[in-house]
Structure formats: structure tokens, C-alpha cells
């Protein structure tokens, strides 16, 4: 059987989950209908997106169309998640991006669908609720060939628009202007089909046409568009019918090298973690040894989902989805064996917010604690800072949305209620020059029983701290050498105004020890032995040191943004751009909306975010993603979390205590 990977996805209320679930209902895989308006659906897990009726977290389900599987993996909607859908959209062989025939067009479908785009995802669309009154075919196709894509084709005509008996009548051979329209999509490039065509019409049938649109659907450049709804399911059999002729399945190469992503992480029954992994090449099987992040884990179980639920197997193959036990390293986004083909394409933007988290029963510290470690662990879109000082827990954040999500979710899944203190930006720091500090064993003002020498020079841009060696790795005890590179790696966390240094080479120049000793007969005696505590406790004032030589420079997240909106709005959303630091190029005019691209300051995002409704009278969309980080004036500094290296007084004080 081929195999498909297929994602729904829409802007919130188009009616995704409703679809899936006319999906499953329709090809055997549910006996009953559920309904999102009596939170019965299948795929909505969390309680939580039952009582929002929004789905933010993907699951799969299954079903079967003819001689195709299809898995559909649900996918969130939010723009808060954006990198969250996008770590499913890709590892699917194809899309339906589901449009309201009422609504048309509205801003996350636009984001969806350069997302899709972005990731060369076949897609599909359809156009749902042309039950409901005020539901428009025509305007809402032309708005998707304005705002989405000009590459589309209507493959039918809608009857009864508007009333409960709407429905679809896919066209066929007799229908010219379908012809006409999709010689005109293929032309560019099946010459021959067309060519033929031209000489003579019945040379080329209805078959040779679909096929050849199935080529160009499959390498994305046509998306062939349904209508129907999710309620009555009109339309839903041609839609069917269309996702097992015009998307490609998956490839299924079992035989060739292991390859696969992690896109998904939950808890069993138990408490243990299920991996959800997409085979794209290569088989898995119980027992099956396989690297992530460094460690070799054992795979203990494997179930592969199928129409009936997840099923227990003992192996799973390229084109499947696999659950996986055993493997507690885990986390979203993880390659298993070879990066996924188009891998590259999608590397995650940092988060740039962040926000102090607080039990609201101070009871509660050490269970929020746990539960948000928990939640880190599985997802790096989720990030945990403790400042031990102060006894506080930051969490880093895409957007103010996923804060909302991530308190609703400690408070069911934990028992935890958390409030947030205000979100501020995370900047990085940048080295300006090299620097290098050392301080040596027994000498003073060093107390501790330690030689360490570093070096700190910049490097580039995403090329990571790298740790370099100028001494004989064999000169120290490992253990030694191992507290000096993990305490530098730790303290940069924080450099000279609190912020992470991410980019920089260090070189550690000078080591020097006192082995373990013991007076005659005695015992191992610490004050003539060097421990790696001393080593530990040495680093970071060195690195400080060697820190402060170099310098450095604050530098804050900027994020591109395309933002559209109504022509007649442009004089009254420039001015606020310039407000908000934001650097707009010129504008492109789309008929009654312009299009805007630009940069503007992370911190500002969301300000602009909530002016431009007022702005656009409400039609403003606006997309922006991580792009770079700038210099910022004035190098703010954030609140440190260490003992303070840099005031070696203090640092002595508080090392020496907690010793
Ligand atoms: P989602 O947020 O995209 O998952 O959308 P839902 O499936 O939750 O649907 C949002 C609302 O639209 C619900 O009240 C549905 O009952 C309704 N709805 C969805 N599809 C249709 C449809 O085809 N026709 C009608 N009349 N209502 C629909």
C-alpha cells in the first residue's frame, strides 16, 4: 500500500477540525461523527483545545483512501506557533489548506501558505462552508489568486451555494473553460500535452490532462482547488479522491540508509516518553541502536499508527510514522539516522522573549519547576533559565500566545497555577575583539587551588562557543580538564551585561594542577589537592577577565515583516512603523491592499501587533520571523543569575559560602 503524510491546516474556525473529522467519518475510520461544538472530536486531545476549540499540538490519525494510507498529522494554527507548524508541515508528502467560503482568505492563511510554500509542500486547497449563508465561490477564488497564489485551478463548480443542499460538481471533459485553464497552468511545462492538444483537441483526454496536473500539484507548483463542506459533506469525496491522485506518496525506500524526524513527544500512560518519528528512508525495529545528540539509545518498543490506532510492530518502515519507546533523550526536531532530505531549509529562529514564571501558591515552586523542566525537555521551542540567586524560573517565549498555552497546560497537566511577569526581549552579546586572562595556582590573588589561562576571540555569526586546546589534553586528570570546558560553556550563558555570548572561540592556554595527596598515613587531604570544584570555581573569573579584555556588544533580535494591509491605510501606517523603529522597503501595490517588507526591533513586534487593527480597520495582516540581530544603543543589561564573576568580592563571598 503507498503511503501519504498529510497535514490540514487553517486559520482558526475555517473548520480544520471538523474536516478531519468528516475525513476519518467518511473513510471508515470513525464510526460517528464528533463535533467541535460538543468537544467530541477525535484528534482535539488536550482538554484545553477542546474548551478553546482550537487545536494547538498535532496528533495523528488514519485512514485509508483506496490504495493509499494516509496519516494525518494535525497541526497547530496559531502564529505563535509558526515554527511549531512548520516542524510538521515538514515531514509531509502534502497539504490541505482549508479556506472559509464565508471568511476567505484571512491572515494565517496567508502565513500557512508561504509557509507551505517556503517548504515545498504539495498542497491542495478547499474551500469549506459553502452551506453557510454568505458563503462566496468565485470572490473567494479570486481573493486566492490575488493573496495566496495564481497557480491555482477550480476543480468543480459549486450548486446551491449557501444553502444546506450546496454541493460540488467536479468538472470533466465536456468542460472547456476547465480545459482551457488547466492547459494554461501546464503549458509552461508539458509543451508536448499542449502542443497535441492544440492539433487536436480529442487527442488529449480528460486521463492525460488530471495526470499532468498531478505532476506539477506534486512538485508544487499548482494547487488544485475543492469546494465543500465539513458539516454536510459536500464535496468531501472529490476532495478524497483528489488527495490520493494529485499528492505524492511517500517514498519507500526501506532498503536504503535510516532516516527520519522527531516531530512530536508525549508521555505514556507510565510517564514514558513516546517519540513520534517520520521514517523518510530506511527501517527501525524493536531493539535498534540509534544515535541522538550523541548518546546511543536503545528503541524498546515501536508502533506504527494505522486506521485502527497505533499498532504494536516490530519494526517500522520509510513513509510510515512511528511511535518509539525507549529513547529518553528525545526531543522535537531530533534527526534520527540522516537528516531529513529538505532538513536545511528548516532551522528554527531563536525565541526572542522572555518572561519570569511564578507559582501562585509559593507551595508550588518545586512542582512548577519540575513540570516546566518537563515540558523543556520535550520541545527546545521551550527554554528554562533559573536564576538561583532569586529563587526564579524564566521561560523563554515566541509570542504572547504561547504563554497563555503553556499556563493553561501546567495548570491541567500539573496542577500547577503560574503566573507571568511582563515579557522583555532576549538579547545576545557580541565579542568586539580577543582577550585572554590567566591566574595561577598558589599565587595570589587566587585561592584556589588552580591553574587555568583562557582566550576569548569572536566568531562569526550561528558558528556556535567553540572550545579549543593549547595545552596536552594528557597534562590534567580528564576530569579536570572537563570542569574547566563545562563551567566556560556555562558562564557564557552570561557575559559582561547578562547576556548569552552564542558565537566565540575559546582556547584554554594554561592548566596546572596539585595531584592528590595525602600526609604519611593520612587521609586524602583537600587543602593540598586540587578538585575540580577549584576548577569550577577558578573558570569564570578567568573567562570574566579575558571577557572584559575582549568586550563586548549588546545586540538585540530584529525580525522581517511582511505586512499587508488596505491601500487607503498606508498614510497612517508609515508613521507608526517609524515609531516602532521598524525599516520599511517601498511598497508593492495588490490591487485595493499594498504589501510591505521590512526589519523592525523584536521588543516592538508586538506593538504593532495591536496597533494595526486600529490602523487597517481591521484588515492588517502582518508576518514577521527572527531575522538577525543588531547592535542595540545604550546596552541594556539584564539582572545576572550567576554568582557575578565580575565582582570577584562578591563571587568569592557567595563560592565561598556555598562551599
Ligand atoms: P477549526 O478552528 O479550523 O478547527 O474549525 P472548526 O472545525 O472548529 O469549525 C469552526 C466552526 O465552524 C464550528 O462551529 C463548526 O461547526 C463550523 N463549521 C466548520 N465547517 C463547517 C462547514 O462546512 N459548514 C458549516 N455550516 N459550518 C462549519
Known sequence: MKRLNLGVVAHVDAGKTSLTERLLFDTGALDAIGSVDAGSTRTDSLALERERGITIRSAVASFVIGDVGVNLLDTPGHPDFIAEVERVLGVLDGAVLVVSAVEGVQPQTLVLMRALRRLRVPTLIFVNKID????????????????????????????????????????????????????????????????????????????????????????????????????????????????????????????????????????????????????????????????LRGRREKVTGVGVFTSAGVEPRGCAVAGEIAQLRGLSSARIGDPIGLPAPSAGARQFAPPTLETVVEPVDTADKGSLYAALAQLAEQDPLIGLRRDELRGEVSLSLYGEVQKQVISATLEREFAVKACFRQTRVICVERLVGSGAAVEFIDVAPNPFLATVGLRVEPAAVGAGVRYRLEVELGSMPYALMRAIEETVRLTLRQGLYGWEVPDCVVTLTHTGYWPRQSHMHGSFDKSMSSTAGDFRNLTPLVLMQALRQAGTRVCEPVHAFTLEAPTASYGAVLPVLGQLGAVPSAPSSHGRTYLLTGVIPAARVHELQQRLPGLTGGEGVLESAFSHYAVVEGFPSRPRTDANPLDRAVYLLHVQRRV
Open 132 to 291: 453557510r449563508g454568505g458563503a462566496r465561490a468565485d470572490a473567494v477564488l479570486a481573493g486566492i489568486a490575488d493573496r495566496l497564489t495564481p497557480r491555482i485551478v477550480a476543480m468543480g463548480s459549486v450548486t446551491g451555494l449557501g444553502s444546506r443542499e450546496a454541493g460540488f460538481r467536479p468538472y470533466g471533459q465536456g468542460d472547456h473553460a476547465f480545459t482551457a485553464r488547466l492547459l494554461d497552468l501546464l503549458s509552461s511545462d508539458d509543451d508536448a500535452l499542449v502542443a497535441a492538444y492544440l492539433q487536436d483537441e480529442a487527442a488529449v483526454t480528460h486521463e492525460q490532462l488530471l495526470h499532468s496536473l498531478a505532476g506539477r500539484t506534486r512538485r508544487g507548483q499548482a494547487h488544485p482547488v475543492f469546494f465543500g463542506s465539513a458539516i454536510t459533506g459536500a464535496g468531501v469525496p472529490e476532495l478524497l479522491a483528489g488527495i490520493a491522485r494529485l499528492l505524492p506518496p511517500a517514498d519507500d525506500h526501506a532498503d536504503g540508509p535510516l532516516s527520519g524526524t522527531v516531530f512530536k513527544i508525549e508521555r505514556g500512560r507510565a510517564g514514558e516518553k513516546l517519540a513520534y518519528v517520520r521514517l523518510f528512508s530506511g527501517s527501525l525495529g524493536v531493539r535498534d541502536r540509534v544515535e
